[in-house]
């Protein structure tokens, strides 16, 4: 499955904004997905993840009741609601496919081409 993330920009402090993620493949429904974000200079971390039907999201506590990941499995497209942001929120965004081990959600397969996100304060 390919990957292409877009919606990101500028947005002050306090504001909010989507950023979606769509997938090439006839195989997106059987993936859960996840959202990843890597700030300048800093490694890429887990966000949020979604299971395959959409029944059930996992979010990093650093984004928990902030931000809400979602699917469209219809239109192949997994979705970031990011709200109340936060000039820490700023870092490139990136979707993947991911599988849980040990508690913790990793990626799978190539990774897409993120979507910048700045938050200015």
């Known amino acids: 499955v390919q990957l292409q993330a877009s919606g990101g920009g500028e947005v002050q402090a306090g504001g909010s904004l989507r950023v979606s993620c769509a997938a090439s493949?006839?195989?997106?429904?059987?993936?859960?997905m996840g959202w990843f974000r890597q700030a300048p200079g800093k490694e890429r971390d887990f966000v949020a993840a979604?299971?395959?039907?959409?029944?059930?999201?996992f979010y990093a506590d650093s984004v928990k009741s902030r931000f809400t990941i979602s699917r469209d499995n219809a239109k192949n497209t997994v979705y970031l609601q990011m709200n109340s942001l936060k000039p820490e929120d700023t870092a490139v965004y990136y979707c993947a496919a991911v599988r849980r081990s040990s508690g913790s959600w990793s990626p799978f397969g190539p990774w897409g081409q993120g979507t910048e996100v700045t938050v200015s304060s």
């Open positions: 493949g006839r195989t997106f429904g059987s993936y859960n």
């Open positions: 979604v299971t395959s039907s959409g029944g059930n999201t």
